[in-house]
Structure formats: C-alpha cells, structure tokens
C-alpha cells in the first residue's frame, strides 16, 4: 500500500527557512504528479505547490510564490518544498499528495486530483 509521510516542520520564526520532505512507501510515485497543501487553523485545505511527474514543470500559490521551491527525486521517491521568507500566514499542517492520474501533462492544483494523502507535518511561524 502506497504511503506518504511528510517530516521537517517545526517551529521558525518569521523570516526564516524550513524544508519539507515527503517520503513514498509501498510504490513508487515516479510516473505521478506531486503537489504540497495546507490546511491553516479554521481554514480550509489549500494548494501551495505542485510538480510534474517528470519534473518538467511546477505550479505554486500565489501567496508563496518565489518564496517556496517544490522538488522531487524520483530516484529516491521524494519531494520535497523547500520554504524561505516565512511568515506567520504560513503557519499550517501541510500534506503531501499524489495526483490520481498517471502521467498528467499538466500540474493540477484541486485537491480532489489527488488520492493519496500523508498525514501532515506541522509547520509553525512565530512573528
């Protein structure tokens, strides 16, 4: 069974660095697209960056683009978001996840093209 598990939050303070990695178990998600969402307290779920499953191509939310960098290593069944500038907004539980579809062409960023799900890492910044 394909699992996801996501490590690397913690508390920063603002104007800092974190990275995030989701580690694939079970299969390998090499031929799907990957993306990172968020869930901030008494929001809802949102997309924050997604890739292609080759790699070609990224996706972001417009509120952490140019800060936040989406990779993948699919060698090693990894990606990772690596995070900087942080503010508080961006404190949340983030998720990884792996598009339902086999080879999409493009980077979706609807949570419901996306079936398999990590439990979250939480990622705190203090202002």
């Known amino acids: 069974q394909l699992q996801l598990l996501e490590s690397g939050g913690e508390l920063v303070q603002a104007g800092g660095s974190l990275r995030l990695t989701c580690a694939a178990s079970?299969?390998?998600?090499?031929?799907?697209?990957m993306a990172w969402f968020r869930r901030a307290p008494g929001k809802e779920r949102e997309f924050v960056a997604g890739?292609?499953?080759?790699?070609?191509?990224?996706k972001y939310a417009d509120s952490v683009k140019d800060r936040f960098t989406i990779s993948r290593d699919n060698t090693n069944d990894t990606v990772t978001l690596q995070m900087s500038v942080m503010k508080p907004d961006d404190t949340a539980i983030y998720f990884c996840?792996?598009?339902?579809?086999?080879?999409?062409?493009?980077?979706?960023?609807?949570?419901?093209?996306?079936?398999?799900w990590g439990q979250g890492t939480q990622v705190t910044v203090s202002s």
């Open positions: 890739i292609k499953w080759d790699g070609g191509s990224t």
């Open positions: 996840a792996r598009d339902r579809q086999r080879r999409r062409s493009w980077t979706a960023d609807a949570s419901g093209s996306y079936t398999v």
């Open positions: 079970g299969l390998s998600i090499g031929q799907y697209g």
